[in-house]
């Protein structure tokens, strides 16, 4: 059973379009993150997420917005795409356990997004 | 803020010899959580190897392991052993202690396998 997996693997559109990428885990973690990797393979978190507190990177355009029907769900909105929002888009979820060091971050597979 | 390099944009290792990946970073934070992720050409992100701050050992995996520097910050991924699947990007990554998992990734090297 995979742990965190995201639909679709790849995705092609339209500059202008408004598109969404889904993600979903069936670990049970409180918290669920989006991160962006660049043409150049330049990893960076974009938001993370758990049912209280929604935490933004500064430099994420406002044209994208995380959305979580529930706990195992957290879906990737982008609106008017643009050519430099090109690249892979990974889910992620965690769970962080007081009092211990048993934490780990699972990540899905990516979705390839290309803007045309 | 927290940043992360990895000095190496690509490396190279005779198969079953012995490469060591090189990683600083900064903080000033105390309690942390050091990680180095592989990402083959799947493209999926598999965790390494862990290090948490607090422990003076340093941690091993197999055939991996790492020299952890906590004074100078560094944090170095020693691969012995080398096999043609050990060939992927690897990536430095930092996270406090406190907090979300927000993981700080340097920019990665390019880990080539020679038969």
């Known amino acids: 059973d995979t742990a965190v997996s995201q639909t679709p693997k790849y995705l092609v559109t339209q500059m202008g379009n408004d598109k969404s990428i889904k993600c979903e885990q069936n670990l049970g973690h409180d918290t669920m993150y989006w991160y962006k990797q660049d043409s150049k393979k330049f990893l960076k978190i974009m938001f993370s997420?758990?049912?209280?507190?929604?935490?933004i990177n500064e430099t994420v355009p406002n044209r994208f917005s995380p959305k979580s029907p529930d706990k195992a769900h957290l879906n990737l909105h982008i609106n008017s795409l643009e050519l430099g929002d090109s690249a892979v888009y990974f889910c992620a979820s965690s769970q962080r356990v007081a009092g211990t060091s048993n934490e780990k971050l699972f990540f899905g597979s990516g979705t390839q997004l290309s803007v045309l | 803020a927290q940043t992360v390099t990895q000095s190496q944009p690509e490396m190279s290792v005779q198969e079953a010899e012995t490469v060591t990946l090189s990683c600083t970073y900064d903080?000033?934070?105390?309690?942390?959580?050091l990680f180095w992720y592989k990402q083959p050409p799947s493209r999926q992100m598999i965790l390494v190897i862990r290090?948490?701050?607090?422990?003076?050992q340093n941690a091993t995996e197999n055939r991996f392991s790492v020299n952890f520097q906590k004074a100078a910050k560094s944090f170095s991924l020693k691969i012995s052993d080398s096999q043609l699947g050990d060939a992927a990007m690897y990536f430095c990554?930092?996270?406090?202690?406190?907090?979300?998992?927000?993981?700080?990734f340097g920019k990665g090297t390019k880990l080539s396998v020679i038969p």
């Open positions: 903080t000033s934070e105390s309690d942390y959580y």
């Open positions: 997420y758990n049912n209280k507190e929604l935490i």
């Open positions: 990554a930092y996270t406090p202690r406190a907090g979300s998992y927000q993981l700080t």
């Open positions: 290090q948490e701050a607090y422990k003076q």
